[in-house]
């Protein structure tokens, strides 16, 4: 005769609803990085004005992931929700990016130092394969292709630091510079070459891989350093249409 199920079999959440909420965890996650990507590499122009349902069609996931990412890019104030009217990718401001690399400069510092400290074996041969592989790709990587490392790297430092408050802290800090990367190699004239960039972040991975600390926090700063220089020429000679597309751009431009 078949067991009968007991009251605990019925409702046991890991047997039932567990794997839903792992699903809908897992599309929110997709959904969120799809929409980071779009942010990046301004596929979704800085000032430009959609709804849900053209996010949704862009990216390809359902309502409910994709309004779960909007609410926390909302809260990174990367989205701009406007009741009634949609939502507005929030334009950029150079002046307000360029204050806050100063409180990215002191976060990474705190976070580079736990990883050097604190990173397991597995964390550090990560750091020397994608160490290896952007020094064999130096002259070669694409922005676009940078930018998928850039993100493993971040969270592999960030996952090597043991410490979960920090990411979701550096999360938005991270997507901005991120996109301030792209803008400066991609649609600032004469500045497609990566390796100054390269170079300083397979610095940062060669010094925490190797548990040196103040090394790695001296590489850390003269990344912050190169950033800090990259507003001075954007600032100058950057179209501010491409900071917000609401901008009408020259005539003839």
């Known amino acids: 005769m078949a067991r009968r199920k007991s009251a605990l079999d019925m409702v046991d959440p890991e047997r039932s609803d567990a794997p839903a909420r792992r699903n809908r965890v897992n599309l929110f996650e997709l959904a969120y990085q799809r929409i980071e990507e779009l942010l990046v590499n301004c596929q979704l122009k800085p000032g430009r004005f959609l ?10 996931y359902g309502r409910t992931p994709v309004h779960s990412a909007v609410n926390r890019f909302a ?4 989205i ?3 009741p009634r009217h949609g939502l507005q990718i929030a334009p950029i401001d150079l002046s307000r990016e360029r204050l806050l690399l100063g409180l990215r400069r ?11 400290e604190r990173a397991s074996l597995s964390h550090r041969n990560q750091m ?15 922005i676009d ?8 790297i971040d969270a592999l430092i960030l996952d090597a630091g043991g410490e ?12 901005i510079y991120r996109r301030i990367g792209f803008i400066y190699h991609r649609l600032l004239p004469g500045h497609t ?4 960039t390269i170079d300083r972040h397979v610095a940062i991975l060669h010094a925490v891989a190797n548990r040196r600390a103040e090394d790695a926090v001296k590489a850390s700063d003269e990344l912050m350093s190169f950033m800090e220089s990259m507003f001075v020429e954007m600032e100058a000679g950057l179209d501010p249409s491409l900071l917000d597309c609401s901008i009408e751009p020259l005539p003839g431009t």
Do not use: C, W, Y
């Open 193 to 196: 070459d990566l390796t100054g």
């Open 164 to 175: 979960p408050f920090l990411a979701h802290t550096m999360r938005p800090l991270h997507t």
């Open 80 to 82: 701009i929700i406007r």
């Open 106 to 116: 002191d976060m990474e510092r705190f976070v580079i130092r736990l990883a050097a």
């Open 128 to 142: 020397q394969h994608i160490e290896r592989a952007l020094s064999e790709r130096r002259t070669t990587t694409s």
């Open 51 to 60: 709804t849900v349902q053209e996010l949704q069609s862009v990216t390809g």
């Open 75 to 78: 809260a990174d104030t990367l």
């Open 145 to 152: 292709a940078f930018n998928k490392l850039d993100r493993r």
